[in-house]
């Protein structure tokens, strides 16, 4: 069975708030899962203290036991120290697109 630390949404129609859960990757996002270690409300600003609240005590023990944080509560439990953060790749991200190219290249070639 592979374990998810992830959010299950809750609250009405643009009114979010999330459960931090422990679920199977197999389950539905707010569907059965094993056990809430917290939540999140995103509608109250980022310093208030009732913002994030996670029990990581419990992180540690479900990380120990082979369960894998998704990104957003990846970020949450490296800043507490739980996990490491994890690094993403993609060079190609930052590269122009094509059309950018041809326009630099034609100012380029103007300004010659």
């Known amino acids: 069975m592979a374990l998810r630390i992830r959010l299950a949404r809750g ?3 643009k009114r ?3 459960n931090i859960v422990i679920s199977d990757s197999r389950s ?3 569907g059965r899962f094993i056990e809430k270690i917290g939540f999140y409300n995103p509608l109250l600003p980022s310093d208030h203290a009732d ?3 996670l029990d990581l005590e419990k992180a540690k023990a479900w990380v120990a036991k082979g369960a894998v944080a998704t990104d957003r509560v990846n970020k949450w439990l490296a800043d507490a120290g739980v996990t490491r953060k994890r690094t ?3 060079p190609q991200k930052a590269q122009p697109k094509k059309k950018a190219q ?3 290249a034609a ?3 103007a300004a010659q």
């Open 88 to 90: 993403h790749n993609n």
């Open 102 to 104: 041809e326009r630099a």
């Open 51 to 53: 913002r994030i609240k």
């Open 28 to 30: 539905p996002r707010d």
């Open 11 to 13: 609250g009405t129609k």
């Open 107 to 109: 100012a380029a070639k």
């Open 16 to 18: 979010p708030h999330y």
